[in-house]
C-alpha cells in the first residue's frame, strides 16, 4: 500500500463548475500538506500549503485537512480551462539529515472544458 | 527572478551508457534535492543535499546513481550503465533550508530516455 493515494482520473468538468480533488495518507509523520500543479513537461508548480487541521484558502482555491482522517482536500471554485492540469498532492516529513521529503499522490489529471 | 533550470531539457542515450543531468538552484537557496517522475506517477524522492554535503541519499535505488554539489550551488545527477528502466523525467528542487516548514520550488525537470 502506498503513503499516499489519489485517484488519477482523469476528471474533466464543465467551466465554472467546482472541483474537489483529494488525497489520503497512511503515515502519521507527515507535518505539511500541499498540492501542486503540473502542467505537460513542466515542472510541479506549488498551489497551496498547509499545516493543520482546517481551511486554508487563497483565491479560488480551498485546501482543507483533516489529519484524524488522514486526508485532506483542494477546491477549485469558477474552474476555468486554464485550470487544466494534473494536480499533486504532497506531503513532508522530516528527513535524518534535516530538510523535508516530499511523497506525492499520483496525481490527478483535470480538464476543464468550454 | 530566475527560477531553478536544469539542463538539458531532454536526453536519448543507449542502454549501458553514462548520463549527466544538471540543476541549477534558485541563487541563495542552500537545500536542493532530487527527485523522479515516471509516466503516469508522482516524483519520487532521491538524494537531498545541504549545502555542499548529500544529507540524505536514501532515495537513490542502487549504486549506478550518483549525485555531487562541489561548491553548494549547481548539482550533477550522474547515472552509470543507464538501463531502459532509468527513463523518466528527472526533476530537481531548491528550497532556502534550514527551517521545518520550507517550500520546494520545481525546475522544469530533464526528461531522460534510455534505449
Known amino acids: 500500500q502506498k503513503e499516499v493515494e489519489q485517484d488519477p482520473g482523469p476528471l474533466s468538468v464543465p467551466e465554472g463548475a467546482i472541483v474537489s480533488l483529494n488525497c489520503t495518507y497512511s503515515?502519521?509523520?507527515?507535518?505539511?500538506f500541499m498540492w501542486y500543479r503540473q502542467y505537460s513537461r513542466k515542472g510541479p508548480e506549488l498551489l497551496m500549503y498547509?499545516?493543520?487541521?482546517g481551511n486554508k484558502e487563497d483565491g479560488r482555491f480551498t485546501a482543507q485537512v483533516d489529519k484524524s482522517s488522514k486526508y485532506i482536500s483542494l477546491f477549485i471554485r469558477d474552474s476555468q480551462p486554464s485550470d487544466s492540469a494534473t494536480y499533486l498532492c504532497?506531503?513532508?516529513?522530516?528527513?535524518?539529515?534535516?530538510?523535508?521529503?516530499?511523497?506525492f499522490g499520483t496525481g490527478t489529471q483535470l480538464k476543464v472544458e468550454l | 527572478g530566475a527560477g531553478v533550470s536544469q539542463t538539458p531539457s531532454n536526453k536519448v542515450t543507449e542502454k549501458g551508457k553514462y548520463v549527466e543531468l544538471r540543476c541549477d538552484p534558485i541563487?541563495?537557496?542552500?537545500?536542493l534535492y532530487w527527485y523522479r517522475q515516471s509516466l503516469g506517477q508522482g516524483p519520487e524522492f532521491l538524494i537531498y543535499?545541504?549545502?555542499?554535503?548529500?544529507?540524505?541519499d536514501s532515495g537513490l535505488p542502487n549504486d549506478r546513481f550518483f549525485a555531487v554539489r562541489p561548491e553548494g550551488s549547481v548539482s550533477t545527477l550522474k547515472i552509470q550503465r543507464t538501463e531502459r528502466g532509468d527513463s523518466a523525467v528527472y526533476l530537481c528542487?531548491?528550497?532556502?533550508?534550514?527551517?521545518?516548514?520550507?517550500?520546494?520550488?520545481f525546475g522544469p525537470g530533464t526528461r531522460l530516455t534510455v534505449l
Open positions: 503515515n502519521s509523520a507527515f507535518q505539511y
Open positions: 541563487s541563495g537557496h542552500t537545500a
Open positions: 528542487a531548491s528550497s532556502l533550508g534550514g527551517r521545518e516548514a520550507d517550500t520546494q520550488y
Open positions: 504532497a506531503m513532508s516529513a522530516m528527513l535524518t539529515g534535516g530538510g523535508n521529503k516530499l511523497t
Open positions: 498547509t499545516y493543520s487541521s
Open positions: 543535499f545541504q549545502g555542499t554535503g548529500a544529507a540524505d
